[in-house]
């Protein structure tokens, strides 16, 4: 109830706000409101995407000077003005994004803030930007004939525009792309396996979050009527990246309540510090640096959990009946036909030849088990097949066409569906909706329809064909619970479900059994071979013999990088050079 | 542009080359053996020179109440932290040892020093910042993820460089030209400092790389920053790896505040945006390696010559600018990447 009512009386006081509070509190709620909006832009990609960024002020920097230099020199309108703002700072941010995204670890970051230097250093010294004074004599934006300049107007202008903001982020997140995003933590090995286009999807909330920071400092400029370039240096971006942290990345209301945490203690602070020493505008940053180290090493997930905690725990949602409409379906292959086809593949690792010209067909409606001794390059050839390696020679077909070189990406959209020997489920994420991630190439939608709601088709079916597979493997028990919280057996299984909900011609499983208890081993045995009577074409590595043997139509046999047997499992049971490869004797 | 002023640039730009290349080195080292990018190195090469300036001015340097400071909070940490420590050990590390040269100073300040102290007693009271710093806001957090550790050294860059501006004032200082003089060689000039910092330089990159092949607590330094679980199952503490880490990025950054200071006026803030340069032209060498970063440092100074000569306003945001290009061309260099390991939450 109290979780329920937290946001009517949130939007209540907001409402209330510009009738009661003092014309000072007002001003210092549309300072809140701007940075909330920079602060909103970071949550997603810092604390969804798992991106960072130093330099969000430069993107607040580019708009406001945009907007300032169209409607001051040029005599433009605020509105066009607003348009000059978004269309700058997107093209900056798709340049950036294309040159840093792809690369890893500290480039990224670290890059930002060297942008962000170089933006302001620009903005310091250009005469047309009134170089280090700034550009002051701003007109506000206007209505009609209301002036939305500073006060309640501007109040009102702001927390619209930040209102909006956070309606379509929530919405955003809460979609299919949304999905996408929350997916990029953590390695990009298992959302490329699903067919999601990483790289597009971390471009889209960079440049997204450099929307959000333009929408700001167009405010800015119009709301103060003066734009300053100091505003736009490394040490505000640090700011705007303190409040979102402080709040908690990982929640759209972490940036509102950072914003208004950090703008209310710089306020006091400068009420403050003054008494204590003179020359308190350094200490006032050196007190901000040590709180949010303090804050990185005690509370790194922000205050918003914390608050969480105080709360009553949430009501389970009861599970929905499936009711929608069901996915449409890829055709499969007829019984019998190929459908992956591996011809003298080899793969090396410097000297190390880890697949030795190895070939093996399947065919619809099979189940082939490929098994052998450890290191005998069965994972390696796996990952050959669902792109995650690209091998040195021979060729790979599925379903007639060459599958040789494409990416991880490019192959799951043909139809082929895999399982990780190290588990990668989004553990934070609920069972749900790591199933529902599966059938993301299923669905159509964009960013802007999930943002604007117009998904929601779409969504209840996506989300009952995860609930059906969820069901299908048994774990349709609590489908809202985080995925972490599944014993390591059951998480595979998950992986499994994942995997059937990208209605796959080809489901590849790495070690499915591993890890699980015997009853959970006949289930899963009794699964895929309900999957194989629907037509379904299954490729098992697996170590657990009696299991492979007992489900198995044929096995392949590798040693130190080669086939060494194929056939049924009587003959390979019998087989000499099997024995000896397991069991070790005189070859 | 006529040869002679394109000379005349090069050999500015070499000058300019000279200063990125200690910092560059000091930077790279670190990152290769923690795989944090130590953002406040830049602040502490300034703290050197200003600290050497005072010091040969007879006024007693303001870095004694970072120390100070630093060595307060440490020994906090130290005996309120979950392991506690018996006492008087901690106050003995983290209090009086770091404390020395600080009562040294203190002591010395306004006596004529001898020839080479004032030297000595930089590098003694710079020493302890680095293990102090990784002490008070690396080590809480170790096992955190590499951007959690990057946001803080870039935070901890906020806290130096308003403490210096408090403790040194706004005023830059430059302490004296090592060695005068110079080689004319062919018309050009080279002056003494500028290749006593390349020659220290070279020497640096081989110390470092004799240090890290050749020692046992330097290879210890190199597995732990490739794998922290696996160097403590071999018995390497990896609290100890990242202490003596640190403890060579401070050693580094005396001797570039001590040998850049002379050629340059450096301010409270000068070291964040030398650091930063010096950090463009590791990434122009790859990040890979100290000599490909010491070229791309190089590369650097003369850019910024160059720049300055068209528009001297300008020269920051080319060299920062340059990035962009890039980073683009080593995007498309890359091969196929590499998963990243699995993070927790921020």
Known sequence: MIRRALLPAGLLVLVALPFVATPYFITLMNYI?????????????????????????????????????????????????????????????????????????????????????????????????????????????????????????????????????????????????????????????MAESLGIDTFRIRLAVFVISALLAALSGWLTAHVQRYVSPTAFDVGPGMEYLFMAILGGAGHIGGALLGAALVTLAKDALQDLLPHLMKDSGQLEAVVFALLFIAVLQRARGGLIPVLARLLPPRAPTPTQPITADILSRRPQPAAGAEVLAISAVEKRFGGLVAVNGASLTLHAGEILGLIGPNGAGKSTLFNLVCGALRPDRGLIRFLGRDITVLPARRIATLGIARSFQHVK???????????????????????????????????????????????????????????????LGQQRILEVARALAADPVLIVLDEPAAGLRRAEKHALADLLRSLRAEGLSILLVEHDMEFVMSLVDRAVVMEFGAVIAEGPPSTIRANPRVQAAYLGGAP | MTGDLALLLAQDGLANGAIYVLVALGIVQVFLVTRVIFVPFGDIVAYASLTLAALQAGKRPGT???????????????????????????????????????????????????????????????????????????????????LVLLIVAVVLHFAVSGIALMVFGPEGARPALIVGGGLDVGGLYFPGQMLLMLASSAAVTLLLALFFDRTLAGKALRATAINRVGARLVGIRPGHAGLIAFLVASALAAIS??????????????????????????????????????????????????????????????????????????????????????????
């Open chain 1, 33 to 189: 409101g701007m940075a909330a909006l920079v602060a909103l832009g970071l949550v997603l990609l810092t604390g969804v995407g798992g991106l960072t960024s130093f330099g969000q002020a430069a993107f607040v920097g580019i708009a406001a000077c945009a907007t300032a230099w169209w409607t001051t020199r040029m005599g433009g309108s605020p509105w066009t003005g607003l348009l000059l703002a978004l269309a700058l700072t997107s093209l900056a941010a798709t340049i950036l994004g294309l040159a840093t995204l792809r690369l890893g670890g500290h480039l990224l970051p670290l890059s930002t803030i060297a942008w962000g230097l170089a933006i302001f250093f620009v903005f310091g010294n250009l005469a047309v930007l009134g170089q280090h004074d700034g550009i002051s004599g701003i007109p506000p934006v206007t209505l009609g004939s209301i002036e939305l300049k500073s006060g309640p107007a501007g109040y009102a202008l702001i927390w619209l525009t930040l209102g909006l903001s956070v309606w379509l982020c929530a919405n955003l997140l809460d979609s299919r792309q949304g999905r996408a995003i929350r997916s990029l933590r953590g390695g990009a090995a």
């Open chain 2, 64 to 146: 004694v109440w970072l120390v100070l400071l630093l060595a307060v909070i440490a020994f906090i940490f130290e005996i309120a932290g979950p392991a506690r420590r018996n006492i008087p050990r901690a106050a003995l590390t983290w209090l009086a040892l770091p404390l020395l040269p600080v009562a040294a100073v203190w002591l010395l300040t306004g006596v004529k020093l001898p020839l080479g102290l004032d030297y000595t007693l930089t590098i003694a009271l710079i020493l302890p910042i680095g293990p102090l710093l990784y002490r008070v806001a690396f080590r809480p957090i170790a096992d955190a993820p590499v």
């Open chain 2, 257 to 346: 505040g001590i040998l850049i200071g002379p050629v340059t006026t450096l301010f409270y803030d000068s070291g964040f945006v030398i650091g930063l340069k010096a950090f463009v032209g590791a990434i122009i060498g790859g990040l890979v390696s100290a000599p490909l970063a010491a070229l791309g440092a190089l590369a650097i100074g003369q850019l910024e010559s160059f720049s300055a000569f068209y528009d001297s306003t300008m020269k920051d945001a080319v060299v920062f600018a340059v990035l962009i290009p890039i980073l683009i061309l080593r995007s498309l260099l890359q091969r196929a990447p590499e998963d990243e390991p699995e993070e927790e939450e921020l």
């Open chain 1, 425 to 487: 489920l989004r553990p934070t994420m609920s069972r749900l909706e790591n199933v529902m991630l599966g059938a993301h190439l299923r669905g159509r939608m964009g960013l802007l329809a999930g943002a604007l709601r117009l998904d929601r088709a779409e969504e209840r079916r996506i989300r009952a064909e995860a609930l059906r597979q969820l069901r299908r493997v048994g774990l349709d028990a609590a489908p809202d619970a985080p995925a972490g919280t599944l014993p």
